[in-house]
């Protein structure tokens, strides 16, 4: 269903307005900040999904919570969303959302595929929302720039990036493992991912281009493409497998970059923006997936006396592949996980299983992280009640993954996955200018998109 024309001009006019007027910042929106509330009035976009009724769950459970408003281009997801929340608004376009409702909400939970995120985030943020995003925050390489400078623009929101795995104690103590030295200086990261982007099952496609088909039924395509161009639909795109697809998502290893990094920039803050990517895949064809099999290796600059040299390289492994534990310096044995992170550092190497476990290998002897002297005690805490409280103005010290931290590890994940398209060559990026000094050509295909009129997002503070 598409917006009703008089709709959707008005929309269209407040939207130019809003970009006319947002270079003034937040000044020019002091009027129409809310006072502190006790409740926390949410709008969900994306209610079920791959993870959206999830966070809906969540975030619903916390004692100060309202869902509001359930946004959704699917009628199978709405209906099991208006059943939990029968009092909620309801709208399939999320334009519609804010341009009908935005004084019935304070905060947006945005739990669609990744091609849509930043334009509905920055939207939100546009319109002094808080936002709970799922990662990876955008699908575009210029797109981290945009959504930065929109969250720049609106410092007063509270932001938080789908990287519940932090909950853990074993994720933390990482962070003070790492932080405090206790392994000496930093040499390099690997990061094995587990599966491919072309897995198939639930939530991949297996790489084989079916013939155009129909949406499913109650399934509006044409809001679901949001800024894509037009293509056909097809089988094993939309629902959960469009993270198989080049327009639309970014493989396991997007997917998974915020989970499997968040430790490696809390740790060290000299870690900023790549200066070089190269990813090795097999696959030639990327017309219309992600490569799988893929190797591919950033390399962060690094001034600090926290790290071996003046470069630090991360390496991404994705389709199960892994790096050689010899080479690591732990010995034969088994992973605690097929997806999991390694520090190799100069006193030792810290190997990290999303969730946990935790171990430290030194001189081939392992010992429990968790039992590393001097750590202290990890209490459990809920991620998403902690962006509540926070968006309702209480001190809760929780909030691991604003959108600052979410799009330095997005932008580890796009780098790796978009580089595939120039397979075995050495990408020089300058995030800066968002190019590659390097490769005009990739520059030119790899780093922003073509929005579809009326879906383009929100340029803040630009």
């Not at 968790?370 to 926070?390: I, K, Q, S, T």
Request: charged share 20%; hydrophobic share 40%.
């Amino acid at each position: 269903m598409t917006m009703p024309p008089m709709h959707r001009r008005r929309f269209l006019l407040s939207s130019a307005a809003l970009g006319a007027g947002l270079a003034l910042g937040p000044a020019a929106f002091a009027s129409a900040r809310r006072r502190r509330d006790t409740r926390l009035r949410v709008l969900s976009i994306g209610v079920v999904g791959t993870i959206g009724g999830a966070d809906r769950k969540q975030i619903s459970e916390h004692p100060a919570v309202d869902i509001v408003g359930l946004c959704d281009i699917d009628d199978e997801a709405m209906a099991q969303a208006t059943a939990d929340h029968p009092d909620a608004f309801t709208c399939k376009d999320y334009r519609e959302a804010f341009d009908k409702h935005a004084d019935k909400f304070d905060a947006a939970i945005v739990s669609t595929p990744d091609h849509s995120h930043c334009a509905i985030m920055t939207t939100a943020l546009a319109l002094n929302k808080h936002v709970y995003g799922q990662k990876p925050l955008v699908h575009e390489l210029a797109e981290l720039e945009t959504l930065r400078r929109a969250i720049d623009a609106r410092p007063d929101l509270v932001t938080q990036t789908g990287a519940q795995r932090i909950q853990s104690a074993a994720r933390r103590a990482a962070v003070d493992i790492l932080k405090g030295g206790t392994l000496g200086k930093v040499i390099e990261a690997h990061v094995a991912f587990g599966n491919g982007a072309l897995a198939g099952g639930y939530y991949f496609a297996d790489g084989v281009l079916g013939d155009p088909c129909d949406p499913p039924a109650g399934f509006d395509y044409d809001l679901w493409l949001n800024g894509a161009a037009f293509e056909p639909c097809r089988p094993q795109m939309v629902k959960r497998q469009w993270r198989s697809w080049w327009n639309f998502g970014g493989g396991q290893i997007a997917d998974w970059v915020v989970h499997l990094t968040d430790v490696l920039f809390y740790a060290f803050p000299e870690l900023q923006h790549p200066t070089r990517v190269c990813t090795r895949t097999p696959s030639a064809d990327l017309s219309h997936f992600h490569a799988d099999h893929v190797i591919s290796t950033l390399t962060y600059p690094v001034h600090s006396d926290k790290f071996a040299n003046t470069t630090c390289n991360l390496y991404f492994y994705d389709s199960y592949i892994r790096p050689d534990r010899a080479n690591l310096g732990i010995g034969e044995g088994e992973w605690p996980s097929d997806i999991v992170t390694v520090v190799v550092c100069e006193g030792g190497t810290l190997v990290l299983a999303p969730s946990g476990p935790i171990e430290v290998w030194r001189d081939g002897q392992m010992t429990d992280g968790l039992a590393m002297p001097g750590l202290p005690e990890y209490p459990e805490f809920n991620h998403w009640h902690a962006w509540v409280d926070r968006a309702l103005g209480i001190d809760n010290p929780n909030l691991w993954a604003p959108f600052d931290k979410g799009l330095l590890c997005t932008e580890a994940g796009l780098l790796a996955v978009k580089a595939a398209k120039y397979r075995g060559q050495v990408l020089e990026w300058d995030r800066p200018s968002l190019t590659f000094t390097n490769h005009t050509d990739a520059t030119r295909t790899i780093v922003r998109r073509d929005y579809r009129p009326g879906f383009e997002p929100v340029q803040l503070g630009a």
